[in-house]
C-alpha cells in the first residue's frame, strides 16, 4: 500500500510539472501568436462599428442659381440655399447599434475558439516532441545493449562458440537502429520548427520538454456538461442573436421617417419702387415624410432573417453531434491507450527476464545470439509501443481540453 501511494505521488508530481512548464508555452504562444492577434484585431475593428452606426443620415444641402430671374412683387429671385435633415424612426438607432454589438459579440467567441485550438495545437506538438525524444532514447538504450552483445560475440567467436555471422547480425542490427534514429532526428526538428511557429519565435530555439510521463492508472473523470458551453456553439446562440437583432433593425428601417429643412432665397430689390417689403428674401421652413409604399425589401429580409434563424438552430445541433462523439471518441481512446500501456509494461518486464536468463546462459557457453536479437527487436517494440501510448493518450487529453475546459 505504501508503494502505491509514493507511485501515486511521483505521478502527481510530473503531471503538476508537466501542466506548469504546458501553461508556461501556451500562456507565451498566446501573448505573441499571429492569428490570435488577428483576431483580436478583428473584433477591435467590429466594436468600433458601434460609433459608426450612431449617426444621423446626411445632411442634404443645395445651391442653385435663377438663370432667369423671375419676378415676383417683392423683386426679382437670384439664387436658392436649401437644406434637409432626415431623422430615423424613433428607436432606429439604438436598434443599429445592438446589431452591431450582436455581430462584434460573435466575433469575440472567434477569439475563444482560436485560443482554445491553439492551446491544443502547441499541447499536441509538445507531447510530439516527448515521443521523438523518448524514442531516440530508447534506440540510444538499444544500440548501447547491442555492442555490449557484439563485445560478447567477438568474445564467443575467439573461444568457437559462435560465427563472425552472428557479429555481422548484431552490426547490421546496429545500423538499422541507427538510420531509424537519424530519421527520428529530423522528424524532431521539423516538429521544433513546427511549434516554436507557434509561440512565433526562432524556429531553432531548444524547448525543454518532460522526460517521465506516464499514464494514471485511474480513469480520468471529465463533464460533459460543460461541453454545452464550448466557444464553437455560444457562437451559434450569439449569431442566432444577432438575427433577432437584424430583425428589431428590419422593422425599425420600415417606418415612416420625418425630415425637417429650410429653404432661402434671395430677391433683389425693384428699382424704382418704394415699399416696405422690397427686396424682401423668403425663408421658408419645411417638413418632410419618407414612407416606404413599396415596402417588399423589408417583408423579404424578414422571411430571410426568419430561414436565418432555422439555418443556424440545424447548424448548432449537427456541431453538438460533432462535438459529442469528438469527445466520446476521445475518451474511448485515453482507455485504450492506458490498456496499451499497461501491456507493454507487462511485456517489457518479461523481455527484461528473457534478457537476463540469455546473459547467464553466455556464463554456461550456451548464448544464442539469434535469440538475443529477437529478444531486442522485441523489447524495442514494447518501448516504442509504450511510448505511442503515453502520446496518444496525452494528445485524446488535448482534445478532451479542448471540448470541456
Request: charged share 25%.
Amino acid at each position: 500500500m505504501k508503494r502505491l501511494y509514493i507511485i501515486f505521488i511521483t505521478a502527481s508530481m510530473i503531471s503538476i510539472s508537466n501542466a506548469q512548464q504546458l501553461e508556461v508555452l501556451t500562456n507565451e504562444a498566446l501573448a505573441n501568436n499571429p492569428e490570435i492577434q488577428t483576431f483580436e484585431l478583428k473584433y477591435q475593428v467590429a466594436t468600433e462599428r458601434v460609433n459608426e452606426a450612431n449617426t444621423l443620415p446626411n445632411t442634404q444641402l443645395g445651391v442653385g442659381y435663377f438663370v432667369s430671374e423671375p419676378e415676383t412683387r417683392t423683386g426679382a429671385q437670384r439664387f436658392k440655399i436649401s437644406a434637409t435633415q432626415m431623422l430615423p424612426s424613433f428607436g432606429e438607432i439604438t436598434a443599429r447599434e445592438n446589431y452591431i454589438n450582436s455581430l462584434s459579440n460573435a466575433i469575440y467567441e472567434d477569439i475563444a475558439i482560436a485560443k482554445r485550438k491553439l492551446v491544443a495545437s502547441v499541447s499536441q506538438s509538445y507531447y510530439n516532441l516527448y515521443a521523438l525524444i523518448e524514442k531516440q532514447t530508447v534506440l540510444d538504450e538499444n544500440i548501447a545493449l547491442l555492442k555490449t552483445y557484439e563485445k560478447l560475440a567477438l568474445t564467443s567467436v575467439e573461444v568457437g562458440k559462435a560465427s563472425t555471422v552472428d557479429v555481422l547480425r548484431l552490426q547490421m542490427r546496429q545500423n538499422e537502429l541507427e538510420q531509424l534514429k537519424q530519421v527520428l532526428e529530423q522528424d524532431y526538428l521539423a516538429e521544433l520548427t513546427k511549434f516554436n511557429k507557434l509561440l512565433n519565435r526562432d524556429k531553432n530555439k531548444e524547448v525543454i520538454v518532460v522526460n517521465d510521463l506516464i499514464i494514471p492508472s485511474a480513469n480520468d473523470l471529465f463533464d460533459s456538461e460543460n461541453l454545452a458551453l464550448h466557444p464553437e456553439l455560444l457562437k451559434y446562440d450569439k449569431l442566432f442573436t444577432s438575427i433577432q437583432q437584424s430583425e428589431l433593425l428590419n422593422q425599425k428601417e420600415s417606418n415612416p421617417m420625418l425630415g425637417f429643412g429650410l429653404d432661402y432665397i434671395a430677391v433683389s430689390e425693384r428699382p424704382n419702387m418704394d415699399f416696405s417689403d422690397n427686396g424682401k428674401d423668403i425663408v421658408m421652413p419645411m417638413v418632410s415624410l419618407s414612407i416606404p409604399i413599396f415596402n417588399n425589401k423589408y417583408k423579404s429580409k424578414s422571411k430571410q432573417n426568419e430561414l436565418k434563424q432555422q439555418e443556424i438552430l440545424a447548424q448548432k445541433e449537427s456541431r453538438l453531434n460533432t462535438l459529442e462523439t469528438l469527445l466520446d471518441e476521445a475518451i474511448k481512446k485515453t482507455n485504450s491507450a492506458r490498456i496499451s500501456y499497461n501491456t507493454q509494461v507487462k511485456n517489457l518486464k518479461q523481455a527484461k527476464d528473457a534478457e537476463t536468463i540469455l546473459v547467464k546462459s553466455y556464463e554456461t557457453g550456451t548464448i544464442d545470439f539469434n535469440d538475443v536479437l529477437d529478444i531486442q527487436e522485441l523489447q524495442l517494440k514494447f518501448q516504442i509501443s509504450q511510448i505511442e501510448a503515453i502520446r496518444s493518450y496525452y494528445l485524446q487529453r488535448t482534445i478532451i481540453n479542448y471540448l470541456t475546459k
